[in-house]
C-alpha cells in the first residue's frame, strides 16, 4: 500500500498551487480520500474530503472557497487544487485513505512542505 504525495513547495501570498496523492495497493474507489494539514505544535488539521464516489466534497471554513479537492477513480489519485493562498496556510500536508466498512482502515502520505511567503 502507497500514498506517494507530489506538488508543493514555496509560493507567494495570492498564489496557487497543486498536490497530488497517487494511490497504490488497494482499492482507491472504496476509500474516502482526505487532505489533511500540520504545522509544528498544533494537532493535525482536516483541510478537505472527497467521498468514495467523488460525488461530495467537504472543506474546512478556513480554505473553503479558496481549496479545490478532486480525484481520477481510474488514474488512482486524489488533488487538492489550492489557490488565494495565505502564510496562515502554511504547513505539511498529507494526504489520507479512509473506510471504515468492512473495518477501520487509515492510509496516509509521506506529507508534503507547504511554504506561503514573501
Known amino acids: 500500500v502507497q500514498l506517494v504525495q507530489s506538488g508543493g513547495g514555496l509560493v507567494q501570498p495570492g498564489g496557487s498551487l497543486r498536490l497530488s496523492c497517487a494511490a497504490s495497493?488497494?482499492?482507491?474507489?472504496?476509500?474516502?480520500m482526505n487532505w489533511f494539514r500540520q504545522t509544528p505544535g498544533k494537532e493535525r488539521e482536516l483541510v478537505a474530503t472527497s467521498t468514495r464516489g467523488g460525488s461530495s466534497t467537504h472543506y474546512a471554513h478556513s480554505v473553503k472557497d479558496r481549496f479545490t479537492v478532486s480525484r481520477d477513480n481510474v488514474k488512482n489519485t486524489v488533488y487538492l487544487q489550492m489557490n488565494s493562498l495565505k502564510p496562515e496556510d502554511t504547513a505539511v500536508y498529507y494526504c489520507?485513505?479512509?473506510?471504515?466498512?468492512?473495518?477501520?482502515?487509515?492510509?496516509w502520505g509521506q506529507g508534503t512542505q507547504v511554504t506561503v511567503s514573501s
Open positions: 489520507n485513505a479512509y473506510r471504515v466498512f468492512p473495518n477501520r482502515t487509515d492510509y
Open positions: 495497493g488497494f482499492t482507491f474507489g472504496s476509500y474516502t
